[in-house]
């Protein structure tokens, strides 16, 4: 397939088309004829983060024609057993951290609040779309079909206790002794995983979790683990794990693991 410009257009706007012509936002109109100087007449790839790929034609400076609507050119289907990171919303680095796990294959983001939160966010839903064009443009950058899933924020504890049956966890945690690393708790995971089965790994917060989250996650019966001899920080950790957790995904998922 030629090197198209690519442009993530959500999937209630494909749903919506009028006679197959997209009108673009004034952001993804500079973008097309002022950052990528596309001409009237060329092409461009149009994906809607669920998996689907279009081939769209530009006839105006404001809109992109989509003449085969029902016809995508690729498809791709969902992963069975999602990947997830929760992490303690770090001062700095969250964007990084966004952009980052997007390319090597996240599936979920939980931002989250805990004890040695320095700052909590007070805009939220401003905040939450700000990070949602960083990933839809890395989502476009690495050429991604399905695009990251950011939740909302919530305490630590209170995401625990949210979370569903099937999905399974564990919290990096760089001051505990006797921790297994990432790769050994993976190592462990009992096959085959529950269709829809998201497995997470947490991230803490740069001051470290406090006692009364440490004695939680005890208490729930959850894996502590170290991803590194050394203390990282947020973002670093953040990385280590998504990749840990992708790679691992990559050779040891098969779909007679799942059921």
């Not at 993530?8 to 673009?24: G, T």
Request: proline share 3%.
């Amino acid at each position: 397939m030629r090197n198209l410009v690519r442009l993530i257009i959500s999937n209630q706007r494909i749903k919506n088309l009028d006679n197959n012509q997209l009108k673009l936002t004034s952001e993804e109109a500079h973008y097309l004829n002022k950052v990528m100087r596309i001409k009237i007449g060329e092409e461009i790839q149009i994906v809607n983060g669920e998996g689907y790929l279009w081939i769209g034609i530009k006839n105006k400076n404001n809109f992109i024609e989509i003449p085969y609507i029902n016809n995508p050119i690729l498809f791709q289907d969902k992963k069975q057993v999602s990947l997830g990171i929760a992490v303690a919303i770090p001062k700095v680095g969250f964007e990084d951290i966004l952009k980052m796990c997007t390319e090597i294959g996240i599936d979920f983001v939980q931002p989250l609040y805990s004890d040695h939160q320095i700052k909590r966010i007070s805009n939220q839903a401003s905040k939450m779309n700000r990070w949602n064009s960083i990933v839809d443009e890395a989502v476009e950058q690495c050429e991604r079909l399905w695009k990251p899933k950011i939740l909302n924020i919530l305490d630590i504890c209170e995401w625990i206790i949210s979370l569903k049956a099937r999905d399974v966890i564990s919290i990096s945690s760089a001051r505990e002794e006797n921790c297994i690393s990432l790769n050994q708790w993976l190592e462990m995971q009992n096959l085959p995983f529950k269709k829809s089965t998201i497995l997470w790994n947490v991230i803490g917060p740069e001051g470290g979790w406090s006692q009364r989250e440490i004695y939680f996650f005890k208490e729930k019966k959850i894996q502590l683990i170290k991803l590194s001899d050394s203390i990282l920080r947020t973002s670093t950790a953040s990385i280590t794990a998504t990749s840990i957790l992708s790679q691992w995904r990559s050779f040891n998922i098969k779909s007679n693991h799942l059921i």
